[in-house]
């Protein structure tokens, strides 16, 4: 079938392995070009069989699926690679997506399923398992620390970008038509704001923001 989308398969149980190309075999759209049973071979097979679709487990002996991801990433660019796992660490997912991956299944998902997946990642998506990606979003929100420049009020903003051009408290109150007393109270709540100790550091800081 011209059409059809052409899957390599790496996986290091021969159950699970015939047991996936058996499902995706199955499927009208799809066809199984090649199976292997380590990163060394995945990586080989892909070189040679150009595949549309290089599907990997993570744990393998010899090369691992994260070393043969990125190989294939790097030897068969239009190859899109999905790994299918059973882990749910979110180190393997992120060094799996930098390795190139598009796709992070989990073990366990239904065979309809992996086919829409797969074909969704055929045709140019990317795809995290619910799961984990809500996990993601979880660790992010509560890891990631607030921008101390989101808490300036709108004339403190004006303020520091003033600052960083290099201009005196005077400076700035005569360009903002403000006592330069009043400049005085702003740089005090601005560095208070962004914790830091000097003038000089909240102009570092606004302009690495830039």
Not at 82 to 103: C, P
Not at 136 to 152: A, F, M, N, S
Not at 178 to 203: C, D, F, G, P
Request: glycine letters at 6%.
């Amino acid at each position: 079938m011209d059409n059809s989308i052409r899957v390599l398969i790496a996986d290091d149980h021969p159950m699970f392995r015939e047991g996936v190309a058996h499902s995706l075999a199955a499927e009208p759209d799809f066809e199984v070009v090649g199976l292997a049973e380590n990163g060394d071979k995945a990586l080989a097979l892909a070189r040679e069989l150009m595949p549309n679709i290089a599907l990997l487990d993570i744990t393998m002996p010899g090369q691992d699926g994260l070393a043969a991801a990125a190989k294939i990433a790097k030897s068969c660019p239009a190859t899109r690679i999905v790994m299918l796992t059973v882990s749910e660490h979110q180190d393997d997912l992120m060094a799996a997506f930098k390795a190139g991956a598009r796709g992070y299944v989990l073990k366990g998902v239904s065979a309809p399923e992996l086919a829409r997946v797969l074909r969704s990642v055929a045709a140019g998506d990317v795809y995290v398992s619910p799961s984990l990606a809500a996990g993601i979003l979880r660790e992010q929100t509560r890891d990631r620390p607030p921008d101390p420049l989101e808490q300036l009020t709108e004339r403190e903003r004006q303020v520091l970008e003033l600052l960083a051009e290099g201009l005196s408290n005077r400076e700035i109150g005569n360009r903002l038509q403000l006592a330069e007393k009043t400049i005085k109270h702003y740089m005090t709540n601005i560095l208070e704001k962004l914790q830091v100790r000097s003038r000089v550091e909240a102009a570092l800081l606004v302009s690495r923001a830039r």
